[in-house]
């Protein structure tokens, strides 16, 4: 149903998205270092709430649309390349503030901390932009089901969000410390992310 090559593909991109600063890796990065793993895990399982919230409702938005307008997935193709390359950029320039400094951040309940990992995710432009215009790229029109094809590549990018995101919050107070007294390590990340995304975006832009 789903190609190899479709899995690999939404693999990395997940990856070099889910690597590179955002609204999700800072939220969860403040409330793993603030008010501990437990809060950053509370935390993760409102961000997973609002991943879910995407898959259904873009795919089962997209498998009607696609079916009728099948020259549409040339335009999402270039619209995701575009993107990349602009997150690219964002990650690669410089003056940019590490999302592992220390912060003070009064704590919250686990209610809150839930509700606000789903709304910090729900309200992520990356997160909208990579059901909308980048994942759907990977589903094949000649491979049957468009719905269910969205759904598995979608379920392949929550996976491997969730389990980058939980090693975060785990490590996070070890990372922090790490990299408070080695910023050549926190240049190297950044080069490694942003040059993953450029070429990301080049390859689906030509694919």
């Known amino acids: 149903m789903v190609e190899q090559s479709a899995v690999l593909g939404v693999v ?4 070099g998205m889910v690597l590179s600063p955002g609204p999700n890796m800072m939220y969860l990065v403040s409330r793993s270092t603030s ?5 950053g895990i509370i935390s ?15 795919n089962l ?9 099948p ?8 619209a995701g390349a575009l993107y ?5 950029w964002k990650t690669l320039k410089p003056g940019g503030a590490s999302v592992f400094a220390a912060r003070e951040i009064p704590p919250d309940s686990p209610r809150r901390l839930f509700l606000m990992g789903l709304m910090t995710n729900l309200l992520n432009p990356k997160i909208a932009l990579l059901y909308i215009s980048i994942i759907p790229q990977f589903v094949d029109l000649d491979r049957g089901n468009v719905l269910l094809q969205g759904i598995i590549l979608g379920c392949v ?6 389990l980058v995101n939980l090693s975060i919050v785990v490590a996070a107070g070890g990372i922090a410390s790490f990299l408070a007294t080695r910023p050549s390590w926190l240049r190297l990340q950044r080069l490694t992310m942003g040059s993953l995304l450029a070429a990301l975006a080049i390859g689906l832009a030509f694919s």
């Open 71 to 78: 020259g549409l997935l040339t335009a999402i193709r270039i």
């Open 12 to 15: 990395l991109v997940a990856l």
């Open 35 to 39: 008010q501990g793993r437990r809060a």
């Open 157 to 162: 990018q929550v996976a491997v969000a969730l």
């Open 44 to 58: 993760l399982a409102g961000v997973a709430a609002g991943f879910l919230v995407y898959l259904v409702g873009a």
């Open 84 to 88: 990349l390359l602009w997150l690219a």
């Open 61 to 69: 938005g997209l498998a009607v649309l696609f079916t009728a307008f």
